[in-house]
């Protein structure tokens, strides 16, 4: 969904957008998570001389798995913010000089008048994701040695110990060497 920049210019107050994007609308990078549902959008769009001030929410429930016991759960997110959108220095005339932060999280930059709120969303959509999503604060994970789900049951695992099939190996190690 691309906002041209001047139809910001030709309205007296700001331009206000709520929108469900589906996954397929919105370009998700991210392959740790998937929508259940469409994400919902409130969006207010303000021109400040060539910026465009973005403020808005967006809502999601994201399906993702848990990086310890890799099962599936489900997240949802709420999330308010405010960015700022400046032309792309890019495609401003050559010779002037920028020094502007590329490393603020709180400044993008929009191409050829317009500003692509679908990308918007799913990147902050994106930004709610977690790099290592864990189902709940003390999920115990899988056993490293059996691959029990700690959660459920326990096992007989000792930690460090080896796995029945490794001790096997290594009892007939040692008699080899020992004959
Ligand atoms: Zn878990
Ligand atoms: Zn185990």
Do not use: W
């Given at each position: 969904m691309?906002?041209?920049?001047?139809?910001l210019k030709?309205?007296d107050g700001p331009?206000?957008i709520e929108k469900n994007f589906?996954?397929?609308?919105?370009?998700?990078?991210s392959?740790?998570s998937m929508?259940?549902q469409?994400?919902?959008?409130q969006?207010?769009?303000?021109?400040?001389?060539?910026?465009?001030h973005?403020?808005g929410?967006?809502g999601a429930?994201?399906?993702?798995t848990?990086?310890?016991?890799l099962?599936?759960f489900?997240?949802?997110?709420e999330?308010?913010?405010e960015l700022?959108?400046?032309?792309?220095?890019?495609?401003e005339?050559e010779?002037e000089?920028?020094s502007l932060a590329?490393?603020?999280?709180?400044?993008g930059?929009y191409?050829?008048q317009?500003?692509d709120?679908s990308?918007l969303?799913?990147e902050?959509?994106?930004?709610e994701v977690?790099m290592?999503?864990?189902?709940?604060?003390?999920?115990?994970?899988?056993?490293?040695?059996?691959g029990a789900?700690?959660n459920?049951?326990?096992?007989?695992?000792?930690?460090?110990?080896?796995?029945p099939?490794?001790?096997v190996?290594a009892?007939?190690?040692k008699?080899i060497?020992?004959s």
């Amino acid at each position: 969904m691309l906002i041209d920049i001047n139809e910001l210019k030709t309205r007296d107050g700001p331009l206000l957008i709520e929108k469900n994007f589906s996954e397929g609308e919105l370009d998700m990078a991210s392959d740790v998570s998937m929508l259940r549902q469409p994400v919902h959008s409130q969006l207010q769009l303000s021109l400040v001389g060539e910026q465009i001030h973005v403020k808005g929410v967006v809502g999601a429930n994201l399906e993702l798995t848990c990086s310890r016991c890799l099962k599936s759960f489900e997240r949802s997110i709420e999330k308010n913010f405010e960015l700022d959108y400046r032309p792309d220095p890019m495609v401003e005339e050559e010779g002037e000089e920028f020094s502007l932060a590329y490393t603020d999280l709180d400044v993008g930059f929009y191409r050829d008048q317009k500003l692509d709120v679908s990308a918007l969303v799913a990147e902050q959509v994106v930004l709610e994701v977690p790099m290592k999503p864990v189902c709940h604060g003390d999920c115990k994970g899988l056993c490293d040695q059996c691959g029990a789900d700690l959660n459920e049951k326990g096992c007989d695992c000792q930690p460090g110990s080896l796995d029945p099939r490794l001790a096997v190996l290594a009892d007939l190690k040692k008699k080899i060497s020992e004959s």
